[in-house]
């Protein structure tokens, strides 16, 4: 059986509305009537900003000398963040290291409350056998200044005009550096499934990929990877935070 | 006017200001398969406990409750409420009195009761549903049920106690009080698969794969759970977890972004989306990744496929082919493709299990500033007439059928709620850190 009920909803609002005016009608005759108007408050201090708090893991804590570790960190409370070593970083994130020798990455928050500091060690052990004459010493931090991120518009996969230029150099540096075999990452913003995000982010990873092989980029050097809304470059929910997990990144791919 | 008279206008005034918005809202329609259908009355008296051991009076509470619980749950009972029934505890048939269970202000037409005892080591319940208004005849059910004591065990029988009575009153439709939830939990740290029962007690992490894993889907005869996870340079697989053997089994995933399979509900076949292409397509394999068939062809992304479970041979799915995101239905070999969402932005479909109904998230006012809701809907599939079930709450996503087509389970925000299919008697299931993609097992 398959029945329908309309259920209609108290329609006495208008009369609430009525009601709502009167009393307050009221209200206002009977604080004419009052002898002494209370002078007003002082005005209460500012509230006091909350104390930020600041987190950083490293994962794995244990590498080999040309290997890498991600670190992902996380503040509240703080408008800007750093990491020794690396400088300023967004309040929440991750990022490749391949350190060379153990370090330990403080992160410092900073926010209207102070800061806060809090660490992180990747342990380098003994250098493994000296790198192959074909290996690249390409780190993962210049490989960033030359290989830029490409971002998308909404529920889109499409390169856009303003990205076309990015993807050409990110092309040529890539077809200068042939040795170099790159993990292609597509993502999406926080809102809606959390299953189609990552066909959409597939897509993302793809498009950039294709671009990439148009200009000249072996697609045997290009593995994607979706990671859809599961990894977010930035959390807050409004439309400038939702541009930027909007992206298709290029990381190395070892 | 002095100020002692103003402060109950005051509270006047206030009530009313924030009453009135919810006035404002609009009018909702109400569907359902149990629409127009009188509920049964049915009163479940509290059990008598046969001896004074502690343990004893502690699970009679617990199943006093759990029981209860499992009626109001149920969907088609209108259950007394505790204050109104007759003051006698009886443990036999011979110790109702009947005639007060059917007169006011109980008013039942069936009522449970029995006993209860713990001892040596196991507890035992005895459980009769009588019709109170045939004092000829009035025994529907006997039953007697012995485990190992514990609380646990006690939740069972009540469980199983509940499932009988529903059955037996409700049209012959199994109850879904033994059934199971899995999910995606972050409880551990990172989002690995779990299971709780229907009703929210009991969770516990099946996985520990220290990765990203995500839409579990349960195997008709409960054995074994398909979900997808992220795999370091693999990327996402489809992998297969034996609840018998408690660890991974075979599952033959083929290259690029494989997400979100669904089972056919005879169990030999799996439905789910990969990207070996490079663009996310409708795959079907066999239950281990064997006979792989491609079924969808568009540029695009396609995911979240769902069985027609009365048939197996159509599956619904959600395809970008024109833009945002539509419910769509296929054949199984992938012809005859309808679209049927008029648009918005909608996904994650569920197929009733009496093949009638989807289920699925629809954000109809999607799109760049314009925030709409993401609420859950259910669409006749034959008439694509469709209601909505959530309003006004939350990101809504992810609604799953229970096996007696009367329930629904689904996320709100990082949680997971459960309904009646015509979106009443909504409740919260988790608490604790983020759940989500909620698949309610078979029976």
């Given amino acids: 059986m398959f029945t329908t009920v309309r259920i209609r909803k108290n329609h006495t609002n208008r009369r609430a509305l009525v009601l709502i005016a009167g009393l307050a009608a009221m209200l206002a005759i009977a604080g004419c009537h009052k002898k002494k108007v209370a002078p007003p408050p002082p005005p209460a201090p500012p509230p006091a900003a909350a104390a930020p708090t600041a987190n950083i893991t490293a994962q794995p804590d244990a590498i080999n000398a040309g290997q890498s570790a991600v670190l992902t960190w996380s503040t509240t409370d703080a408008n800007s963040a750093e990491i020794e070593g690396i400088g300023p970083v967004p309040t929440s994130g991750t990022r490749n290291v391949n350190p060379t020798e153990s370090t330990t990455y403080t992160l410092t928050a900073t926010g209207d409350g102070g800061s806060a500091t809090a660490t992180a060690r990747v342990t380098v052990n003994a250098a493994a056998a000296p790198s192959a004459p074909t290996e ?19 529920d889109s996969y499409s390169i856009r005009p303003d990205a076309q230029s990015v993807v050409q150099q990110d092309a040529a540096y890539l077809n200068q550096h042939p040795e170099l075999k790159v993990v292609v990452g597509g993502y999406c913003d926080e809102r809606g499934s959390t299953e189609y995000n990552l066909a959409l982010g597939e897509n993302r990873a ?49 | 006017m002095n100020g002692k008279k103003l402060l109950p206008i005051f509270v006047a005034i206030l009530v009313a200001v ?115 208004k045939n004092p000829q005849t009035p025994q529907i059910l006997g039953k007697q049920y012995s485990d190992d004591a514990g609380i646990e065990n ?47 007690y009991n969770a516990h992490q099946i996985t520990h794969l220290g990765t990203i894993s995500l839409s579990p889907r349960v195997s008709p005869d409960n054995t074994r759970v398909a979900f997808s996870s992220l795999e370091n340079h693999k990327g996402w697989v489809i992998r297969m977890w034996s609840l018998t053997l408690n660890r991974p089994v075979r599952f033959a995933s083929p290259g690029g972004t494989s997400i979100s399979p669904a089972w056919s509900s005879d169990g030999t076949k799996i439905a789910f989306s990969s990207s070996r292409t490079g663009d996310n397509e409708i795959y079907t394999t ?63 479909p569920s197929w009733s299990p009496n093949g009638q109904f989807l289920t699925f998230a629809w954000n109809r006012k999607y799109g760049p500033g314009a925030p709409g809701g993401q609420d859950i809907y259910i669409m006749d599939v034959a008439s694509r007439h469709w ?28 949680q997971i709620w459960s309904m009646l299919a015509d979106g009443t008697d909504q409740q919260q299931l988790t608490h604790q850190g983020s759940n989500t993609m909620p698949n309610w097992s078979w029976k």
């Fill in chain 2, 286 to 348: 066999g239950p281990d990744g064997g006979d792989l068939h491609r079924i969808t062809a568009f540029r695009g992304p396609d995911s979240s496929p769902t069985w027609n479970p009365k048939t197996n041979s159509q599956i619904a799915w959600v395809s970008g082919r024109t833009g945002l995101p539509q419910i769509y239905t296929m054949n199984a070999d992938g012809s005859n493709v309808l679209r049927l969402t008029d648009g918005g932005y909608a996904t994650s």
């Fill in chain 2, 387 to 414: 209601v909505q079930l959530t309003h006004e709450q939350g990101a809504n996503d992810s609604p799953s059928w229970a096996p007696d087509n009367r329930h629904i389970v689904f996320q709100r925000d990082n």
């Fill in chain 2, 154 to 200: 006690t939740r069972w029988i009540a469980h199983r106690f509940a499932d009988e009575i529903i059955e037996r009153v409700g049209g012959g439709i199994n109850g879904i009080c033994e059934t199971h939830i899995y999910y995606v939990s972050n409880h551990s740290g990172n989002k690995e698969i779990w299971v709780m029962d229907y009703d929210g």
């Fill in chain 1, 206 to 254: 793809n498009a950039a990929k294709q671009a990439l092989v148009a200009d000249g980029v072996s697609p045997s050097r290009l593995r994607t990877v979706s990671y859809g809304k599961e990894k977010q470059f930035c959390t807050e929910h409004n439309e400038s935070c939702w541009q930027q997990n909007r992206r298709a990144d290029f990381t190395l791919d070892k």
């Fill in chain 1, 136 to 154: 690249s010493n390409i780190t993962e931090d210049v490989f960033h200044q030359n290989v830029k991120d490409v971002f998308y518009d909404y």
């Fill in chain 2, 18 to 132: 924030f009453v009135a918005p919810a006035l404002h809202a609009q009018d909702w329609v109400r569907t359902g398969t149990n629409l127009g259908v009188q509920r049964i009355r049915i009163a479940s008296a509290r059990f008598k406990p046969l001896n004074n051991n502690a343990q004893t009076l502690s699970f009679q509470s617990i199943f006093d409750q759990v029981l209860y619980n499992d009626l109001k749950n149920a969907g088609i009972f209108d259950v007394v409420s505790p204050s109104m029934i007759p003051p006698e505890t009886p443990g036999t048939p011979k110790e109702i009195h009947l005639d007060q269970w059917a007169a006011a202000p109980s008013n039942a037409a069936m009522v449970a009761f029995g006993n209860i005892a713990v001892d040596g080591g196991h507890v035992t319940v005895q459980g009769y549903l009588f019709d109170a």
